[in-house]
């Protein structure tokens, strides 16, 4: 209860999705899906809050070497397997911006999951257009189409 939760696979044609807490060192955000609500045994059935409010968990950061106060915004943790932090994750990692602390207290905490993953750069952004990318390039403003644009440097000019 209260580790952040991945999707790891299905079972077959069942319908069934399975998951489990984060790995460490994840790069793709697209299988994180929101905090465990509750103790799962492995290969169990349970529930996952993907939007709303986990009560009842350590909401101090102690489980990861910090101290989360209320109103922390809370991240996926690349060091951590099911861990969340207050740092935001340096790139390659995933940032992922999971929930924020509503009561910080050992044992009677609680948690506001919202999920917001972040991409890779002119993933989600409708003002960046980017495509054929190659070491060395900038981004450079195109006035005229208003969006950012990467551009091959060449004798200081774009």
Not at 28 to 41: P, S
Not at 124 to 137: A, K, L, M, P, R
Request: charged share 10%; hydrophobic share 35%; net charge negative.
């Amino acid at each position: 209860e209260g580790d952040l939760i991945v999707k790891t696979g299905v079972v077959g044609a069942s319908g069934v999705i399975t998951f489990g807490p984060s790995p460490t060192g994840l790069t793709d955000n697209d299988g994180i899906i929101g905090v465990a609500t509750e103790n799962l045994a492995l290969n169990d059935f349970g529930r996952i809050t993907t939007f709303g409010v986990v009560h009842g968990i350590n909401t101090t950061g102690s489980s990861v070497g910090e101290t989360w106060v209320n109103g922390d915004i809370l991240y996926y943790n690349p060091s951590v397997a099911g861990g969340l932090t207050k740092t935001i994750p340096t790139a390659p990692n995933a940032k992922v911006q999971v929930c924020a602390v509503v009561y910080a207290d050992a044992t009677m905490g609680s948690l506001f999951v919202r999920p917001s993953c972040g991409g890779a750069l002119g993933q989600f952004e409708g003002d960046v257009n980017i495509s054929g990318q190659t070491g060395g390039q900038v981004l450079t403003w195109n006035s005229s189409l208003l969006r950012w644009e990467n551009k091959n440097v060449s004798g200081g000019t774009f």
